[in-house]
């Protein structure tokens, strides 16, 4: 399962922000509307152990209808089992919000009933006789589930979704899929919802005859029926674990692609059928590369992608069908700004050898599904984009496990928590990841895959524990790693690194002084220093086994940088004591996109000249990201830094090779309102990037406006992401009642928290416009705003309709005046 963002989503995220000109505060430091989410109180006492294995699922047989108007599915269930190793006369199966109407044992094909008692979320089944386990039986269970009718506070809890059922919501397909992580398959099938199950499986669906139809494994048979349906049957012909089964029913046209003979296919709606194989072209290429570094090749019979709607996750690594959201969907000119686009579906495709072909026993290792998946990303990008594009991913990994405090608390290898969905987080995931990562630079890689093909090998379609992934890279490189595993699986938090530095003139002697400041556990940590003297490196292989540790060594002179850590992989805080002029060196010698990094970093925070110096040596980094943070960190208010940056960041506008940075270039030359500048910027309104044409109108929008209002028409045909973002504020700011439709369109079609961060542009516009009803019905959408979301944005949502009604005032539109007071008291009165 994907949970997190890309890389390139944020960088986009900021870039929007500018172009509207909606950066609006947070409150309490927590970002508005999504801020509600519950934090967890403390770590769990809770502990979890495996699912104990009574029965042995064996086989899965599911013959489904839908009733599109209710909501349903009907159900006709064959379920083989076998006792695990002692006999037994019961059976207990997940059964989520069902009607069950007949639950038999099938004796010589014929159906002998059972008793069962059922309590809405288990049944418990009473079996005809004591069954041994050199012995199988096969249950036959006919059902109703209704997972709308499901009491889940899970969003992804339901199992089975409804998507449009009746057509009611114009633009939008009807579909019906699934989401079976961790345990919500038993919402719309009997069966035993744990991870250390595995299954295998055949799905009929009988669908209206004009939909396609996808599932686990190979399309055995379809068969037309009378009524306009038709029976489509999928067969799963290896085991899996039940959360990932899947069903998809839609409108979907299907681009046929392969690897090595083997169906490689995407499922996209219709209008995107033309680009398809430009949304997820890159499969065959990645499942060649994992084929390699695992030495197995790819496991499964096919490999199918679908992209859906209203999807309750990020993605999901469904065996043989992974399933993401329609955000996935783009055309051409839309792909041009998603850099790295390709990261969501290339971990779902990395857990189709670590998640699938061998499962976690239990959510506590889910790290031997999700934190594969996460280093999957990394190798893909050091791979397809090169080692900055693949460090950057782990840097931006690492801020987001180390931005939340609660993060440290938790054990990777977790065996008490509340509830299986906590296991799925920052610690499972990017930690995860980077600890993967950090082996993988011990071992070096040979080591290391030889260790990933002898653990795929041992445990195939089976399923493992972290202790089975340790034995097998120990097995592959004959070192001892309990060390590794004790501090990074089985211990929580990360070293909190302070380095400092002394040198000796007298004794020729470079000291360096390095001290772990975490509570917690002491980490042992090796890792290369790196000391730059007359034009060379040498490197220092250390350990560091204490809390505190002090390095000496001697050197002619003093050197010109001290590089601790200097392979960058460690998963750890540090607080580098280094001089603005060693970061300088760094930035022009030391090789890794953090050694640059990291000295941008500094000098953004130290406001030196030094610093400042690095800025404008960044502004011609050969990666747009570090560009892009060089650019957003200059100080354009120094007019020796503006003058010094103006050409260089006019050729970044006119050139780079990059829409992100090109766009985020012109944003700055918009800043400075030069006239001078109307020429390029009108030359990048025939870019092929929605992000380089919204920067542009942005652009020509601060230096002539009224050029801007007559130049944005031009662009309402075809206007996507930050194009239709700088649409936006150029109609807020300077248009009138025609174009209310196109304002209000995009306000009310944005999410609750992007809606917010539009509200103070929204706001200046309908304090403005004539038409009276169109103010009114803005004020009403703004006060819904204000009352729902009060506990985080009230405060801000009254200022604003605060200012609607002094402009109203102003106006004499004392209806509208009236209608805001009256909205500010029902804010306030709001719970």
Known sequence: MYLFVSNQTNMKKLLTALLCCACLATIDGLTPLSAQEKQTDGISKIYRETPAKINDLVHTKLDVSFDYKKRYLYGKEWITLKPHFYPTDTLRLDAKGMDLKDISVIKYGKKLPLKFAYDSLTVAIQLDKVYHNNETYTIYIDYTAKPNELKTSRKHGKGLYFINPDGAEQDKPTQIWTEGEPESSSAWFPTIDKPNQKTTSEISMTVPARYVTLSNGRLASQKTNSNNTRTDTWKMEWPNAPYLFMMAVGDFSIYHDSWHGKEVSYYVEPKFAPYAKDIFGFTPEAIGFFSKITGIDYPWNKYAQITVRDYVSGAMENTTAMMT????????????????????????LFHQWFG???????????????????LGEILWAEHRYGQDAADEHIQEGLQGYLNNPQNAAKHLVRFYYNDSQDVFDGVTYQKGGRILNMLRHYLGNDAFYKGLNIYLKTNALKNAEAQQLRLAMEDASGLDLNWFFNQWYYGAGHPVLNISYKWDQAEKKQTIYLQQTQTGQTFTLPMAIDIYADSKKTRHQVWMREKADTLIFHADKKPDLVNVEADKILVAKKIDNKTPEEYTFQYANAPLYLDRYEAIDAATQQKTAAGQQILLMALKDKYYGLRLKAMQALNMDNDTIRIAAYPLIVDMAQKDSVSLSRAQAIVFLGKLKKPANMGLLKQALKSDSYAVQGAALWAINQINPTEAMALAPLYEKDNKDDLTNALYTVYTANAGDDKWNFVFHFYMSRFEESRYKLTEKFADYIGRIKNQANVQRGITEIKKLGVEYKKYVGPKIIGILTQIKTHRAAMQDTVSVKMANDAIEEINRAK
Not at 331 to 345: M, N, P, Q
Request: net charge negative.
């Open 356 to 374: 699938d072909y061998v499962t976690t026993e239990s959510w506590s290792n889910l790290t031997l599904n999700e934190s594969f998946a996460d």
């Open 325 to 348: 959201g329609d955000g996935a969907q783009a055309t051409k000119r839309e792909l041009v700004d998603r850099i790295h686009y390709d990261f969501g579906s290339i971990h779902e």
